[in-house]
């Protein structure tokens, strides 16, 4: 007998003794799901949970019998639908469920309510709701049956992928999912005997977040009782959190891949799609190469999604069990629509940030002083700041964690541009122009950029050539210095100890070190000598004109000592190329309108000792060490420093910073340095504006007060005198 027919008649005896709406849904809900089952469809609807919890509306209380993918069901008591006031009671309720999640329904969103559907049942009778035209249009009532089951199925099966919320996503791969327990558990049996690469990226890793990866798991309960609960046996802290990194960059890229591609028409098979399917490992590993390496990003203009990225190790780790554990992640994805209409990129970023606290161990991110800044709250410092999105007025985050600011500055500066009647590719040009972030953390920085194609995402066609991201992995501190002789010289920290390169100034400035980079990484690679590099240069049309024998010996050094770290044994990855111009990209941010940004919170004697010893020349350099010789400087706060070195080095005269900082520099005596607003050249910071927000705790978390500082940077030092008093409210 056909499974629809004795579904049909389940249903109906179901029906007959239920007596009510609530015994209803518990008979007819299995039916379902084994009717779903049947079509490969995994039926795990969200029951009677509000569309605000489930971040398909933003404050509505109202909670659906049943919300699967884009169907909304309503179970009614039995018989309940042949009774037409009933009947029209229950379709409005529908409705209202409906036009909460397409933001008003047809008349004011056809194009998201055409992805929705309506479904109200009573066990006796259905009725379908879809878009047509400007309203909401129902089918006849219709009896239980085959046909009218198979109707329902057909539903699901054509509307039956998730919609993209924070909340799913974390349901389906936050740290406690199946799909994350057993791909950590296959990365981290990895990590324990790794391959030379991943070793290197591993130990690098380590080394630049340091901040994090001397944890022992002793000191973190947490995590230490979700890896012994997971069988995850090493005793390493950082091999788990280099895990979960790794992990949780992937889901992100995969997320970025799926939004990005779902913004053009004529798009091919997703990339998910291609690593959900692939019939081998060695058309798995090939389909993980072109997303690792950027291709995949590339074919869609963004020259620089990835580089510098530590998490693309596990490329090299091939076993069966990973690449099980990795098409697990991408046939995930499938069950998500990644063209919802919600998704708009100020959404995203939310959607990015809960996943994250998903994964990462509370103890570790508030130790990081990780606070992420709520949207109301950065838009409120960005009106004390002054910023409107003004074409041409550049800014900076400095301290970009997964973007908030920066998406709050493109909402503003988009606006602008539409309202000036600029075109598209004008409009995309601005964009890339004018608003630009810098972080530390290697997982921010995938965030951020992730956040910022999609802010961008419907222009970037427009630009007819590669765009490049204008957020690097760069230290706000440690900053490249500009010499004599018209180049930038920096100084980076390797396991084999400090190494000093220096790039021509105008190259960064004119943003082609990206492409200089590129081609230096590919000429290394195929084992070409400096001089086929410079010769290479020379003939690029794009290049050529900014090329002297200055360049050329700067060049050709830098060259040198790359292909000289990849004959080390093991072999130093190319990604040196991409790290090193990302450093090198912040010595081109000069003269910027504005500042913005929540600085990271760390305390001084909180800092890696390596790290710490590093910075503390700095201190010295801008006159904030407090001469406590057992911190061996302030013992306040890392974001002073980061506040004195973004100012100094990036900040026009007249220009204006707004931070989120704690209250304490503001009081104590150790940061007396930073309240006089001096700066090395003679030049200073006024503080316009001082804000404690202590009353509403915006970070609840926090163990330090929050305050706005908004101050201007002056010419002369004298007119920086700190002696505005903090207001409350």
């Known amino acids: 007998m056909p499974i629809y027919k004795i579904a049909a008649k389940k249903v109906l005896r179901v029906a007959e ?13 299995p039916i379902l799901q084994e009717l779903l089952t049947q079509q490969g469809i995994k039926y795990d609807p969200a029951v009677n949970e509000s569309l605000a919890k489930l971040g398909l509306s933003q404050m509505s209380s109202e909670r659906p019998d049943s919300l699967f993918g884009h ?25 209202s469920y409906l036009n909460e999640v397409t933001d008003g329904g047809p008349s004011f969103n056809p194009g998201e309510s055409t992805k929705w559907a309506g479904v109200l049942w009573d066990g006796h009778h259905l009725t379908f709701c879809h878009a047509s035209g400007l309203e ?3 089918s006849k009532l219709h009896k239980t049956s085959e046909a009218s089951l198979l109707s329902l199925v057909q539903i699901y099966r054509s509307l039956g992928r998730l919609p993209l919320t924070s909340r799913l996503l974390t349901r389906h791969f936050g740290k406690d999912s199946d799909v994350a327990k057993a791909t950590l558990l296959v990365m981290c049996s990895h990590l324990s005997k790794p391959k030379h690469r991943t070793n290197l990226l591993f130990r690098e890793w380590k080394r630049l977040f340091q901040q994090v ?10 995590l230490q009782e979700w890896s012994q609960r997971n069988g995850i046996a090493t005793k390493d802290a950082s091999q788990i959190l280099f ?16 939004l990005l591609g779902a913004t053009q028409i004529d798009r091919e098979s997703s990339i998910a799609e291609a690593i959900a399917n692939a019939p081998d490992n060695e058309s798995l590993y090939k389909e993980l190469t072109k997303l690792e390496n950027g291709d995949f990003f590339r074919d869609y203009r963004i020259s620089n999604l990835l580089e510098g990225d530590f998490f693309s190790w596990y490329t090299d780790e091939e076993s069966p069990q990973l690449a099980k554990s990795v098409q697990t992640i991408a046939r995930t994805f499938r069950e998500f629509e990644p063209a919802t209409a919600k998704l708009k990129p100020e959404v995203v970023k939310d959607l ?3 996943f994250y606290s998903s994964l990462v161990d509370e103890q570790i991110r508030h130790d990081l002083g990780e606070y992420y800044t709520p949207d109301w709250l950065a838009e409120y410092l960005l009106d004390q700041l002054g910023y409107d999105g003004e074409p041409g007025k550049v800014i900076i985050d400095p301290a970009c964690g997964s973007g908030t600011f920066v998406v709050a500055c493109i909402k503003r500066l988009r606006q602008r541009c539409e309202d000036a009647d600029f075109s598209p590719l004008k409009t995309l040009e601005t964009i890339l122009h004018c608003v630009r972030g810098l972080d530390l953390n290697p997982l921010a920085v995938i965030s951020a950029r992730a956040n910022y194609v999609l802010a961008i995402a419907d222009l970037v066609f427009s630009l007819g050539h590669d765009v490049e991201i204008p957020v690097y992995l760069a230290d706000s501190i440690n900053v490249p210095v500009e010499k004599p002789n018209g180049l930038l010289e920096y100084t980076l920290d390797t396991e084999v100890g400090d190494i000093r390169f220096t790039m021509p100034l105008k190259m960064v400035r004119e943003q082609v070190l990206g492409k200089i980079l590129l081609k230096c990484e590919d000429f290394i690679n195929r084992n070409r000598t400096a001089d086929q590099f410079w010769a290479s240069l020379s003939r690029e049309s794009s290049i050529s004109h900014l090329l002297d024998a200055t360049a050329e010996k700067s060049l050709v050094s830098f060259y040198r000592a790359i292909q000289s770290l990849n004959r080390r044994e093991p072999p130093w990855d190319s990604i040196w190329c991409r790290i090193v111009k990302n450093n090198f990209s912040p010595g081109g941010f000069a003269n910027v309108d504005y500042i913005v940004g929540n600085p990271p919170w760390v305390r001084w004697s909180r800092l890696p000792e390596t790290y710490r010893k590093r910075v503390k020349r700095f201190c010295d350099y801008y006159g904030l060490v407090s001469g406590h010789s057992y911190t061996g400087g302030i013992e306040s706060d890392i974001s002073t420093v980061l506040t004195f070195s973004a100012v100094d080095h990036w900040l026009k005269d007249n220009g204006r910073i707004g931070f989120l900082i704690t209250s304490t520099v503001f009081k104590s005596s150790s940061a007396t340095g930073f309240r006089i607003g001096r700066l090395p050249n003679s030049s200073g910071m006024r503080v316009d504006r001082i804000e404690d927000l202590s009353r509403i705790q915006p970070f609840p978390d926090a163990s330090n007060e929050t305050s706005i500082y908004v101050a201007t940077k002056v010419k002369s030092a004298s007119e920086a005198e700190y002696s505005h008093v903090p207001c409350r409210i």
């Open 243 to 258: 895990a979960m990194h790794t992990y949780y960059s992937l889901v992100v890229k995969l997320l970025t891949a799926e």
């Open 213 to 222: 990866s001397t944890y022992g798991l002793s000191q973190l309960p947490s």
């Open 17 to 29: 003794t239920a007596g009510s709406e609530a015994k209803l849904q518990i008979g007819l809900e």
């Open 136 to 138: 909401w249009s129902w």
């Open 71 to 95: 169907v909304v069901l309503d179970y009614k008591e039995p018989r309940l639908l042949a009774r037409p006031p009933e009947l029209a009671k229950a379709k409005s309720q529908v409705e």
């Open 352 to 354: 990015l940030k809960e």
